[in-house]
């Protein structure tokens, strides 16, 4: 069982910037992925960005430049640095680790709001 807490969200004007964090219960170093992903009104879950536990990125094409993803693995901590938020950028975010890839076996954190809006 992991349990991850997400924090950093809120309301941020267009340009602006905001660092989300994703702390989880135990030792990130063996987690296959771990990432954020986001929700808006009306749509579906989609990847913001991963990072690998060798260190390998990505991030989903509207995010590049303007996103980044980073981990802490003596904090047991992901970050998610976002800059020149725009309001398409608003909804849920919520952090995800895979900790197996067959079978599959993922936890997710409760969500964190954020809303691009002047």
């Known amino acids: 069982q992991v349990e991850l807490v997400e924090s950093g969200g809120g309301l941020v004007q267009p340009g602006g910037s905001l660092r989300l964090s994703c702390a989880a219960s135990?030792?990130?170093?063996?987690?296959?992925?771990m990432g954020w992903y986001r929700q808006a009104p009306g749509k579906q879950r989609e990847l913001v960005a991963l990072?690998?536990?060798?260190?390998?990125?990505t991030y989903a094409d509207s995010m590049k430049g303007r996103f980044t993803i980073s981990r802490d693995n003596a904090k047991n901590t992901v970050y998610l640095q976002m800059n020149n938020l725009k309001p398409e950028d608003t909804g849920v975010y919520y952090c995800?680790?895979?900790?197996?890839?067959?079978?599959?076996?993922?936890?997710w954190g409760q969500g964190t709001q954020v809303t691009v809006s002047s």
């Open positions: 135990r030792s990130i170093l063996s987690f296959v992925y």
């Open positions: 995800n680790v895979k900790v197996r890839i067959l079978p599959p076996l993922d936890y």
């Open positions: 990072v690998a536990s060798g260190g390998g990125l």
